[in-house]
């Protein structure tokens, strides 16, 4: 039976796991790798600051829900502003609380209507 991954792992694509795949075979040197993808340090430097990231927001404890912990993996990998990224989760948060709203009226008249019928 295969265990469920921890969050973080999942949250990464294949050129992620590719790319932390090779870093550890290069013991974590940056300089191999720079030499390996044939790229600045910069770029790679960014590349792994991204990762980093994006491995932080899809372990934040501080996530409301899944929804908002996706968002901000969307953000860390540069998919979606983080403007963009507010308002999406502004949005997500009123049409909960309207769901939950709504769940509670109707379970007020349905309580309502079992008082009607015992009259």
């Known amino acids: 039976m295969k265990e469920s991954q921890p969050l973080w792992l999942e949250a990464l694509d294949e050129d992620d796991l590719q790319f932390l795949k ?4 290069s013991s974590g040197s940056l300089k191999a790798l720079c030499d390996e993808y044939g790229v600045s340090y910069p770029t790679l430097r960014a590349r792994l600051d991204r990762l980093i990231a994006k491995v932080q927001a899809a372990d ?3 996530a ?10 969307l953000v860390a990998d540069g998919k979606v502003s983080a403007g963009l990224a507010r308002e999406l989760w502004k949005a997500h948060r009123a049409a ?4 939950r709203k709504g769940d509670e009226g109707r379970k ?5 209507k079992g008082d009607e019928g015992r009259k």
């Open 22 to 25: 090779r870093f550890v075979l």
């Open 60 to 62: 934040d404890p501080k």
């Open 64 to 73: 409301a829900d899944s929804f908002q912990r996706k968002l901000q993996v």
């Open 96 to 99: 909960t609380d309207e769901g």
């Open 108 to 112: 007020g008249d349905e309580g309502r």
